[in-house]
């Protein structure tokens, strides 16, 4: 019963602090999007609205980054505390995808920032342009090497088990099949898709709700535009990453899949449950409503080939995802996304028609739109990590075998309590100072900057 516990309030603490933290490295993912397309423009029109535009959503960025770092910290400590086990089952094939995200990710990130932050006034425009393109790309390596060493507990390649018992772990036998395991890049694309709506509709929110206040109404338009742009491009794409990924869920993990779906039976002409509640008694979706065959063609591309159901892929209820919670999730991912591409794609229709900005209902339901990708996000990953349960790294190394040793639920209970107090701060912070800069608005002097910088070409 204490190791249930442990177990328990150590799956609950990791849980915690890792979807508070995930509301934020997307969040700088979009944004250094955005920026360099902002700041893209600045270079090639020299119109000074561009300028403030990207000193404004610079600040938010700088904002999101400094909170994200602050937020992650803690995981790494986890794993030793409690996931010892774990950490020494995986540490060479982690080691080997963490310290490649130090070198690629971190040190061009963290180089080239105080030059984005601070360099308007100090460096050329071409030179600022460069850095804020190496930050973005710094925060992408960042995604690239994180979702690699997740990937390969979803789905293990590239390596062989030395040792027995406790002392068994993973030692990389190709790096590169490592690297490219079954589902890392399907995986990667889809939360690169998710990164970009994140920041994109932070600043359609940000323009939405300036266009209703009738205030910065030229900021508000143009920074809607690049918002809308790369939101809707964001949307069609995870659409067609969040198949890609399916699919090779179907092929790699298909007792997920049919977690996915309440899929209990191994059926052809499998049904798609557009919602329900899976009675996981009874082994059956209630209350729902299925499209015949849908399942079967978008795993398959043929509405005649079997899905492995549950009963097939794990035989034994204690191999079995939590089912309906798994089943929940995923479809409110799915939802939530679908409700994205619709709201994106009649933001940018009444935009082209030059009508957006008399659609107050529309600009209302805009504000609210950043919550959507957040929701998704998190959705999208729990379903991804409860899906794959009750393996830690699927196959191969279960949730409960890599508890720390020596870990007492009291001390594990006392620090969810006190980083539920610290990250609630931390938030109530993030909070706090995002709508500080909201509300005092970009600055009226970007609009004129100072010496060379308002030129539209040349280095100074």
């Known amino acids: 019963m204490l190791t249930m516990s442990v177990l328990t309030l150590s799956r609950f603490q990791f849980a915690l602090t890792i979807g508070i933290h995930y ?35 610079t600040k938010v960025f700088g904002l999101t980054f400094a909170i994200g770092v602050a937020t992650g910290i803690v995981m790494e400590f986890e794993f030793g505390t409690n996931w010892a086990t774990y950490s020494r089952y995986v540490g060479d094939v982690f080691g080997s995808a963490l310290a490649a995200e130090g070198i690629f990710a971190f040190f061009l990130e963290s180089g080239f920032l105080a030059v984005l932050l601070f360099g308007w006034n100090k460096v050329s425009r071409r030179l600022h342009f460069f850095a804020t393109c190496m930050v973005c790309l710094g925060a992408h390596f960042s995604a690239i090497w994180i979702v690699v060493a997740n990937s390969w507990m979803q789905t293990p390649a590239g390596f062989h088990i030395v040792g027995e018992g406790l002392r068994a772990r993973a030692e990389i036998t190709d790096f590169w099949q490592m690297v490219f395991s079954p589902s890392s890049m399907d995986r990667l694309f889809h939360t690169l898709c998710g990164a970009w709506q994140a920041g994109a509709f932070l600043v359609v929110s940000v323009s939405a709700w300036y266009l209703l206040k009738g205030k910065h109404e030229e900021f508000a ?60 008694k009874d082994e059956v979706v209630r209350g729902g409503l299925h499209i015949p065959g849908l399942l079967s063609f978008l795993a398959h591309s043929d509405s005649h080939q079997p899905v492995t159901g ?12 939590p089912v309906n919670f798994t089943f929940q999730l995923f ?70 075998q890599g508890l720390s040793a020596v870990v007492k639920a009291n001390t594990v209970l006392a620090a969810i309590i006190l980083f539920s107090v610290v990250y609630l701060l931390l938030f109530a912070v993030f909070i706090y100072l995002l709508n500080d800069k909201i509300q005092h608005g970009p600055d009226d002097s970007d609009l004129a900057p100072s010496g060379k910088l308002a030129l539209p070409l040349g280095r100074h």
């Not at 969040?27 to 397309?37: A, C, D, N, P, T």
């Not at 549950?310 to 995802?321: F, N, V, Y």
């Not at 009649?346 to 935009?351: I, R, S, T």
């Not at 609210?368 to 830690?392: D, K, Y």
């Open 310 to 321: 549950l009963r097939e892929a794990a035989p034994s209820p204690d191999d079995r995802p």
């Open 221 to 280: 338009r143009r920074s809607m535009r690049v918002g809308l742009a790369v939101g809707l491009a964001a949307s069609l794409l995870q659409l067609v990453s969040g198949h890609s990924s399916a699919v090779g869920v179907a092929r790699n993990q298909p007792a997920k899949l049919a977690a996915f779906e309440g899929l209990y039976q191994t059926t052809s002409n499998a049904p798609l449950s557009l919602f329900g509640w899976v009675d996981e």
């Open 331 to 400: 479809h409110l991912m799915v939802a939530v996304g679908f409700g994205m591409i619709l709201l994106a794609s009649l933001g940018f229709l009444y935009f082209w028609r030059g009508s957006l900005f008399e659609k107050r209902w529309l600009l209302r339901l805009l504000v609210l739109s950043v919550l959507g990708p957040q929701m998704a996000n998190q959705a999208g990953w729990f379903a991804a990590e409860v899906g794959r349960q009750p393996w830690i790294v699927y196959g191969l190394l279960r949730t409960s």
């Open 23 to 57: 509301i934020y490295p997307p969040l700088s993912i979009g944004l250094g999007v955005v920026l360099v397309m902002i700041e893209g423009l600045w270079l090639k029109t020299g119109k000074a609205v561009y300028h403030q535009m990207a000193r404004f959503w």
